[in-house]
């Protein structure tokens, strides 16, 4: 039995892994730079997770070409999404920031209150964040639909979500405190994060029936951005 070389057989298993590596990091490269207009930012992390979702279930081929036209798709209806979100997570953080840090002259019952139920409103806000871009990115849905069903499946995916939003909160803090090393941080959440929540994502969407996401392939399945509305 012939030995391969695993560094210079170009599908060994190193070489598949590095391979792996570079595409997740300059998709997260590319994302980071595309969201720097904001207003593109919707259209960004959708296509990201996109590819993120294609990455995970092992069908990454011409992932740059998907990119580009999972982001011209979903311009719209993503970057509508992306307001809401933008609007809505201001005014929680605010909202966290304010009752915190005592702003406000407030019964010191009212404040603790009130800083828990800001608190509960952004692990909720977080939940649905990290599921809302890679539902649109698969199915057509109307806006409002979308993001009520990040909010359901997100609960409904507790440890699930619970991990996703950890990681990006571990994240934020050392950007917080690093503010330096802000820029590598957001790359790593672009990139590697949002693979490993692509990865807990797949066996989610398999019990909403998503026949891909189920392994199911048959040549008539039609890609979720190809498909028409109706």
């Not at 036209?69 to 809505?88: D, G, H, S, Y």
């Not at 990139?191 to 392994?215: C, H, I, N, Q």
Request: glycine share 6%; net charge neutral; aromatic share 12%.
């Amino acid at each position: 039995m012939k030995r391969t070389n695993i560094f210079t057989d170009g599908d060994s298993w190193l070489n598949r892994g590095l391979s792996r590596l570079f595409d997740i990091l300059l998709l997260g490269l590319i994302t980071m730079v595309l969201c720097v207009p904001v207003i593109t930012a919707g259209a960004a992390i959708t296509a990201n997770m996109d590819i993120m979702l294609q990455c995970a279930l092992k069908k990454d081929s011409k992932i740059f070409k998907r990119y580009f036209r999972v982001f011209a798709k979903n311009f719209p209806k993503a970057t509508l999404i992306w307001l809401i979100f933008l609007i809505v997570g201001i005014l929680i953080i605010g909202a966290v920031v304010v009752t915190l840090g005592g702003f406000l002259t407030m019964d010191s019952t009212v404040r603790v209150i009130a800083a828990i139920l800001s608190l509960i409103m952004l692990v909720l806000y977080g939940f649905a964040f990290a599921y809302v871009f890679a539902l649109q990115s698969r199915y057509e849905n109307p806006i409002g639909t979308t993001i009520l069903n990040a909010i359901l499946i997100s609960l409904s995916n507790m440890p699930r979500s619970i991990l996703m939003f950890g990681m990006t909160v571990v994240l934020a803090v050392l950007g917080y405190f690093f503010i330096g090393l802000l820029p590598l941080f957001i790359l790593i959440e672009l990139s590697f994060v949002t693979y490993f929540s692509a990865k807990l994502m797949v066996p989610v969407l398999a019990k909403l029936g998503d026949r891909e996401a189920a392994g199911e392939d048959p040549e008539e399945f039609t890609a979720p951005f190809e498909r028409s509305e109706e």
